[in-house]
């Protein structure tokens, strides 16, 4: 699949979007108006690169915590973003009751997931099963952490896509910590690709700070899922240049010289470096993206500090489907 | 009126409900080819094909896990874990994954699926496939959990926890997969989940039990019976969510309580039980609560004697009953 100077440019609004909005949750958190921020800075391309290899809106996803830029290209707003920070009853993941960053968007086919990592895998594969049982020609897409693809759970549900050949895309976002632990105490592999091996898929290691060649490399597996070939697992590289979350100080464990050296390889630098070389994007039209950002960020900042909590006894359900109310 | 044995009716309830909705599937170790180690789901993979009773890879969590994602996608899985020994891999895929999916995304994704799994012991299965688990999961708000004592509850319960839209556990009393034989209706038939069953009307005390301890209360309420005492038998069959006011109505009736069941005493599934009548029906009652349960061991023994001393059976709830009705 091509993309077009437009397509190109809606990649570089996402990724420019998230960030902002990102940068807005540090903001927030610094001035006590919210409580906790997990962050996805850095993870911006290989994000949005995979969003725009789906059919959004027709394929599945199950994502995990730090997922703000895919979740914002599968049509999650940043006033949505905003109600989830603060806890409001408007936010659709969970109506207020999961901490922020654990997304769900029904209409999206964007799965509620938990916070024990790996869970979500499985989720997939049994969403692959479903897909191949209907014999439909969607995809699943699901994500995680280098750290995670430790977990007993992760590679069962690999395995499980393997052995039945089902529609699903494994992306791992290594990030280089899991809180602050390095990939080398996590894996005797020099990438989460090469545990492709073992379980019989392909495996491929792909930049995750290149928004094309995330595209390029997930749109391939795409296309592969959906020929019935059987699933993917692709490691996205990038750098976390935040601490885990507002609760974390990284500075325990990694020096300022290492997180400054890694901000030049900057997914959001790296992809206006290409357009602007491309002529695909101007400066002049990057500052009316930025200007853009700032209007929706702090329309939606207002939206969401205006909005209501959720009454205290909405806390008793929906425990069961029967309690479930439609509004 | 057909007689059949337990087994024979949880098989039933599976052919039938595979036949009516083509969104039902099987998935679980050895239930294709071999038909289940119990033949549980025997001629089930030759009447329906293997897209629909799936061999999976020996893996728990990824059974129940894989069952989750094709709920949400509108699928109606039948998980099977092999021996209710073997379900703490899936603990987590239970637990944080199926009981909180309706609550956690307020509504918008409900996970309509059942786990069966044969528990108990009294067969020789030693440490790791004797366990009673109940308890484990009556604790858990978002699960329902079921145990049936009889062919017709097993097949009618079974139906009903299939088209239920929660996660239901299915614990079936395996010594009793044989053992108990009983008559079923020919045509369609549901029991529904939530009301316990009163299977014996007496005057002087209550006996609550469930799954293979109600069968054998059912034999000790005969013997005391020759001796003049008359015992009301109260089969829970829901263990969660309770049917209260059928164990409150009765235990106010006859004034005194007994609670029987197979898992060991502490924190087990008769303390709810007992704490609700305390709180409940105080006033109503003319002896203590009693419980007689396994002990408090880590699990059965193999070796005949051991096993012996560690099963309860008609003989001791006799004995207990005969002591409550002398108080």
């Known amino acids: 699949m091509d993309l077009s100077a437009d397509d190109k440019r809606e990649m570089y609004w996402m990724m420019l979007l998230a960030r902002r909005v990102d940068e807005r949750a540090w903001v927030l958190h610094r001035q006590g108006k919210i409580a906790f921020h997990i962050s996805g800075i850095g993870h911006e391309a290989a994000q949005i690169g995979a969003a725009f290899a789906l059919r959004r809106g027709y394929d599945w996803v199950t994502p995990y915590y730090r997922d703000l830029a895919l979740m914002l290209a599968l049509g999650y707003t940043p006033a949505d973003f905003m109600l989830s920070l603060m806890g409001k009853a408007a936010e659709p993941s969970s109506g207020g009751r999961q901490m922020p960053s654990h997304w769900s968007l029904r209409k999206a086919n964007a799965v509620s997931h938990s916070a024990p990592v790996a869970t979500q895998t499985i989720h997939a594969s049994g969403i692959g099963l479903a897909i191949k049982l209907r014999k439909e020609d969607k995809v699943v897409l699901t994500t995680i952490g280098e750290g995670s693809t430790s977990q007993g759970e992760w590679y069962e549900g690999v395995n499980w896509a393997a052995v039945h050949r089902l529609p699903v895309i494994f992306i791992v976002e290594n990030n280089q910590y899991a809180i602050s632990v390095p990939p080398e105490m996590q894996m005797a592999v020099p990438s989460s690709a090469d545990k492709a091996c073992g379980l019989g898929l392909p495996g491929i290691m792909v930049d995750g700070t290149d928004v094309f060649a995330v595209f390029a490399a997930v749109s391939k597996a795409v296309e592969r899922a959906r020929k019935g070939e059987g699933p993917s697992l692709i490691e996205t590289r990038m750098y976390r240049i935040t601490p885990h979350s507002s609760d974390d100080d990284d500075r325990t464990y990694r020096s300022r010289e290492e997180v400054e050296d890694h901000k030049k390889s900057d997914p959001l630098l790296n992809a206006r470096q290409t357009l602007e070389k491309e002529g695909v994007v101007t400066g002049a039209q990057i500052d009316e993206m930025e200007t853009r950002a700032k209007g929706i960020i702090d329309e939606a900042v207002k939206t969401a500090e205006a909005a209501p909590y959720p009454a205290d006894d909405d806390a008793a359900y929906p425990v069961y489907a029967e309690e479930v109310r439609r509004g | ?327």
């Open chain 2, 1 to 327: 009126m057909a007689e059949i044995t337990l087994i024979e009716a949880v098989r039933q309830a599976m052919d039938e409900e595979l036949a009516r909705d083509e969104n039902v599937f099987i998935v679980g170790e050895d239930v294709g080819r071999r038909g289940g180690v119990f033949r549980a789901t025997l001629g089930l993979f030759d009447k329906y094909g293997g897209e629909r009773v799936i061999d999976s890879p020996l893996a728990e969590a990824s059974i129940v896990g894989v069952g989750i994602g094709a709920a949400l996608y509108g699928m109606r899985p039948i998980c099977e874990i092999q021996f209710a020994d073997f379900i703490h891999p899936a603990f987590n895929q239970i637990i944080n994954e199926a009981a909180k999916m309706c609550y956690r995304s307020n509504g918008d994704w409900t996970v309509p699926m059942v786990i069966r799994a044969p528990y108990g012991g009294g067969i020789g299965g030693g440490l790791y496939h004797s366990q009673s688990l109940e308890a484990l999961f009556t604790h858990t708000p978002g699960l329902k959990v079921v145990i049936p004592s009889s062919p017709y509850d097993a097949k009618g319960l079974l139906k009903s926890a299939v088209r239920d839209p929660n996660p239901v556990l299915f614990f079936e009393p395996k010594k009793g997969y044989r053992l108990i034989k009983g008559k079923v209706p020919d045509g369609e038939y549901t029991v529904p989940i939530g009301p316990a069953n009163v299977t014996r009307v007496g005057g002087d005390l209550t006996v609550f039990s469930y799954g293979m301890m109600h069968y054998y209360t059912l034999q000790a309420a005969e013997q005391v019976a020759k001796e003049g005492i008359d015992v009301e038998v109260v089969d829970l069959r829901t263990l969660y969510p309770v049917d209260r006011q059928t164990l409150l109505a009765s235990v106010r009736k006859t004034g005194k309580a007994l609670i029987v069941h197979e898992d060991n005493l502490t924190g087990g599934y008769g303390a709810e039980i007992a704490a609700t009548i305390a709180e409940q029906a105080f006033s109503d009652l003319d002896a203590p609560v009693r419980r007689l349960a396994g002990p408090d061991v880590p699990a059965v023994p193999f070796s005949h004697p051991m096993q012996d001393w560690f099963m309860l059976n008609p003989a001791k709830i006799a004995e207990a009953i005969r002591q409550l009705a002398r108080y």
